[in-house]
């Protein structure tokens, strides 16, 4: 069966720049959530969607970023405009319906923003 | 709230070594749900177990086993003749469990993570 997709594993771009990262979660799951991972402070939850409906952004630095669901098989990042303390690996990790059930994560996108 | 504490940043031992990777929580619920995950050097999150706080069984996977203690806010994890391929950072991760409004329970909290380092 095929995991969580994203793309692209790799991103550089310059500061300023608008950054789109791409998810396909797991054929089936009905929640999906975007991390960023960076060295200082490890794994953070950005935004969690429930059934295509965003249901938990209180993790999204500012308004400079933005999530969206458009159907149950697509989500985007998008960083607007881009900074280099955006740089990280992002994740995007999809569950099934019932509470607490395991997270599978995607292989990340290592974002480096110069 | 919630929070869980990794204090091993690093362990380094060597290949066929016993290793225990130690994982410490707080959480005000009596309901909740404790993970495990591990990301080699290739950088993706792989899921280890799941374990709920009514069930302090200790859990044996091949050379993985876990054990977990509510009395001492525990789930350790430990890894027995430990091989190079074991290398990685292992993650201890909670979630709430009651239902609530708002989902929180779909939430996970990680710790900062350990990074095992096995010599061959």
């Known amino acids: 069966d095929a995991g969580v997709i994203q793309s692209p594993r790799h991103e550089v771009t310059e500061m300023g720049q608008e950054v789109t990262l791409r998810c396909k979660p797991i054929?089936?799951?009905?929640?999906l959530f975007w991390y960023r991972q960076t060295m200082m402070r490890g794994l953070e939850l950005l935004i969690y969607?429930?059934?295509?409906?965003?249901?938990?952004d209180s993790g999204m630095p500012e308004d400079r970023f933005s999530a969206k669901m458009p159907n149950a098989s697509f989500s985007t990042l998008k960083i607007q405009p881009s900074e280099p303390r955006d740089s990280a690996v992002y994740f995007c990790a999809s569950s099934l319906r019932r509470p607490n059930q395991p997270q599978h994560f995607g292989d990340g996108t290592r974002l480096s923003i110069l | 709230a919630q929070k869980v504490t990794q204090a091993q940043t690093e362990i380094s031992v060597v290949e066929k070594e016993d290793v225990t990777l130690d994982c410490v929580y707080e959480?005000?619920?009596?309901?909740?749900?404790l993970f495990w995950y591990k990301q080699p050097p290739s950088g993706e999150l792989v899921f280890l177990i799941r374990r709920n706080s009514f069930d302090e069984q200790n859990e044996i996977s091949g050379r993985y086993s876990w054990n977990f203690q509510k009395s001492t806010s525990s789930f350790n994890f430990t890894i027995t003749a430990s091989q190079v391929v074991d290398s990685a950072v292992y993650f201890c991760a909670l979630s709430e469990g009651a239902a609530r409004s708002g989902g929180s329970n779909y939430k996970l909290t990680f710790g900062k993570g350990t990074l095992l380092t096995v010599n061959p």
């Open positions: 054929s089936g799951h009905d929640y």
């Open positions: 959480t005000r619920d009596t309901t909740y749900y």
């Open positions: 969607f429930n059934n295509n409906v965003p249901i938990d």
